[in-house]
């Protein structure tokens, strides 16, 4: 369990475990979307699915366990940007796959995890060896979503990435070392 003085081996592996994940994933999808290189689109699609249960369990256990206490005292801005970014972060890992996902499965493409297929393409009944969109509807909220929200992720990462080496260099309390897995005091 965590505390005030140290936080779980549990907590620091999925922050870091999830966080560095996520951060790669983002990468990957925007060079793929940049170069239009589209080989690396499938192994984009699988690891971001099989992230998806690791990415709940770290929810849920941040849900059961509660958010860890405040090192030192924050003024009231600090805290509510804090805590809303936090809320964000949890809310968009988890969004961000299944928006990708809700994309693929109503523009008709299916899904599958390094080859193996998960949901099955919608053919085209005119020509069999196209696939046609079962929604495009869903297919636009889907495809936006994954777009929108990825941008929106990477400004909260780039602000709690840059409060965390505040906290450290500037402030030079211990809260970076703590989620680092180290005992303060
Ligand atoms: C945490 C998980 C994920 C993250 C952080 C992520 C991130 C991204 C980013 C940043 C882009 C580029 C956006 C743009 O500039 O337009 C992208 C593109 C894309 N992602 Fe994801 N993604 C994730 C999971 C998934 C999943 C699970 C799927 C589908 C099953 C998916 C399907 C796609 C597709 C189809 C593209 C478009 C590539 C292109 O333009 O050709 N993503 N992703
Ligand atoms: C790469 C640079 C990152 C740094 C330097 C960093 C640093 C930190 C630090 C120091 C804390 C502890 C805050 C506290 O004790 O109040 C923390 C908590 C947190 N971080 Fe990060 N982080 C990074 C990336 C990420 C990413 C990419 C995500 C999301 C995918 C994320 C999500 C969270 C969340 C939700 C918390 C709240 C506590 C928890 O749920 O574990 N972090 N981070």
Same mark, same amino acid.
């Given at each position: 369990?965590?505390?005030?003085?140290?936080?779980?081996?549990?907590?620091?592996?999925?922050?870091?475990?999830?966080?560095?994940?996520?951060?790669?994933?983002?990468?990957?999808?925007?060079?793929?979307?940049?170069?239009?290189?589209?080989?690396?689109?499938?192994?984009?699609?699988?690891?971001?699915?099989?992230?998806?249960?690791?990415?709940?369990?770290?929810?849920?256990?941040?849900?059961?366990?509660?958010?860890?206490?405040?090192?030192?005292?924050?003024?009231?801005?600090?805290?509510?940007?804090?805590?809303?970014?936090?809320?964000? %972060? *949890?809310? +968009?890992? #988890? &969004?961000?796959?299944?928006?990708?996902? @809700?994309?693929?499965?109503?523009?008709?493409?299916?899904?599958?995890?390094?080859?193996?297929?998960?949901?099955?393409?919608?053919?085209?009944?005119?020509?069999?060896?196209?696939?046609?969109?079962?929604?495009?509807?869903?297919?636009?909220?889907?495809?936006?979503?994954?777009?929108?929200?990825?941008? %929106? *992720?990477? +400004?909260? #990462? &780039?602000?709690?990435?840059?409060?965390? @080496?505040?906290?450290?260099?500037?402030?030079?309390?211990?809260?970076?070392?703590?989620?680092?897995?180290?005992?303060?005091?």
């Amino acid at each position: 369990m965590d505390s005030k003085e140290k936080l779980s081996s549990m907590t620091v592996l999925l922050h870091w475990g999830v966080g560095l994940a996520v951060i790669m994933l983002w990468m990957a999808g925007w060079y793929i979307a940049e170069t239009d290189s589209s080989g690396l689109l499938p192994i984009h699609k699988s690891i971001g699915m099989l992230l998806l249960p690791i990415i709940l369990i770290r929810v849920w256990w941040r849900m059961k366990s509660g958010w860890p206490q405040s090192i030192r005292d924050h003024n009231a801005i600090e805290k509510l940007i804090a805590r809303s970014t936090h809320w964000f %972060l *949890l809310i +968009a890992i #988890i &969004a961000m796959p299944l928006f990708g996902m @809700l994309w693929q499965v109503a523009g008709g493409h299916g899904l599958f995890i390094f080859g193996i297929e998960v949901v099955h393409p919608n053919f085209s009944v005119a020509d069999p060896s196209k696939t046609e969109a079962i929604s495009k509807a869903w297919r636009k909220i889907g495809s936006e979503g994954h777009e929108i929200t990825a941008y %929106l *992720l990477l +400004a909260a #990462i &780039a602000l709690h990435a840059l409060a965390g @080496l505040k906290s450290h260099f500037i402030d030079k309390d211990k809260t970076l070392l703590r989620m680092l897995g180290k005992k303060v005091d």
